[in-house]
């Protein structure tokens, strides 16, 4: 399930996360395994690059993680699932104040790791039957709570505030460990099928050289070498993997994001262009009407007078994807 899908041009204010005492670090790293945050409020979409799959769950505001003008609204309640490479969110503030949220980092290698203990030493059966469309559409997934995953964080929220367990490197895999039991034990659904996926080591780096290189230039060529592949093995593992070719899924993406620029500021239509790889403005122009049926400078007009006009845009709720 993806949630439901939520009409830009409502004042959902955000900020970049805060982080405070509540993290647990590797000890080579920066980077924490477990991690809980806050955000402050501002009127603006912000980016955020992953080099983890992030599995975790807002405990107080919402999410809103964005494709271009659609939107979908992560709640209290709710298992998330991010994969690697660039999202678009934002962090909302609850009415009372302040935005909170539990997330845990798993890298391919890590999952793998501790998917083989579930199977081996426990006789987990680490399978998922479920796949759709869907799930190479998007690159969030969700799931509602059940009362094992809710007593899950609200047993994780207290233990964050105990240092003794923050300084204790048995205890905080043991709960990484914990979580995965729970979603792969549970019945399969789009974020499960996207976990189990993240394992594969090699699929993972091949996400990782192709969301680092979308405003990159790199060639098919180029990017194959990266994940140490022929250009003919490059290809057919990128479909497999995401759908669609290269070229199509490139272009998808710089189109995405040529849409939030002219939503979410106020820039030249050269220089969205220009930041989103395109040869020049006049092809920017002709492949964003193909795409969308306006011209970037019609886009933006039609957005901005639905906003103001408080007219919802593309709010039907998208079908829940989960078997």
């Known amino acids: 399930m993806f949630g439901t899908k939520r009409p830009f041009g409502s004042p959902y204010p955000a900020d970049y996360p805060i982080m405070n005492e509540n993290s647990y670090y590797l000890q080579d790293t920066e980077k924490p395994l477990i991690e809980k945050y806050a955000a402050d409020s501002r009127n603006e979409i912000r980016s955020c690059t992953l080099s983890r799959c992030a599995v975790g769950c807002v405990l107080r505001g919402e999410k809103y993680v964005y494709y271009g003008d659609e939107c979908y609204r992560i709640a209290p309640g709710q298992l998330f699932l991010l994969e690697t490479g660039d999202h678009y969110v934002k962090d909302v503030a609850s009415d009372e104040g302040g935005y909170e949220q539990i997330v845990i980092y798993y890298s391919a290698s890590e999952l793998e790791q501790e998917l083989l203990l579930l199977g081996l030493n426990y ?4 399978g998922n039957d479920h796949s759709c469309g869907e799930c190479n559409r998007y690159t969030h997934a969700l799931l509602p709570f059940w009362r094992a995953t809710a007593d899950y964080f609200r047993n994780l929220n207290d233990r964050l505030a105990d240092r003794s367990f ?3 490197p048995v205890a905080v895999r ?15 659904s789009c974020l499960k099928h996207k976990l189990l996926n993240y394992s594969d080591a090699e699929r993972d780096l091949l996400r990782q050289v192709v969301s680092r290189n979308i405003f990159s230039g790199a060639s098919i060529e180029e990017l194959a070498r990266m994940c140490g592949r022929s250009q003919t093995s490059f290809k057919k593992d990128f479909g497999r993997l995401y759908g669609t070719s290269p070229h199509q899924w490139f272009l998808q993406r710089r189109l995405v994001h040529a849409r939030l620029l002219l939503i979410s ?15 020049n403005s006049s092809h920017f122009i002709k492949l964003f009407k193909k795409e969308y049926g306006l ?5 933006r007009r ?4 639905a906003s103001q006009a408080g007219q919802p845009r593309e709010a039907q709720p998208l079908a829940a994807a989960q078997g």
């Open 166 to 168: 923050l300084n204790d």
């Open 295 to 299: 011209t970037p400078a019609g886009y």
């Open 302 to 305: 039609r957005t901005a007078a």
């Open 174 to 188: 043991l709960k990484m460990t914990e979580l995965l039991y729970l979603i792969v034990s549970h019945g399969d």
């Open 123 to 126: 006789h987990v059966a680490v």
């Open 265 to 279: 500021t106020d820039r030249s239509i050269n220089d969205i262009g220009a930041e989103c790889m395109f040869a």
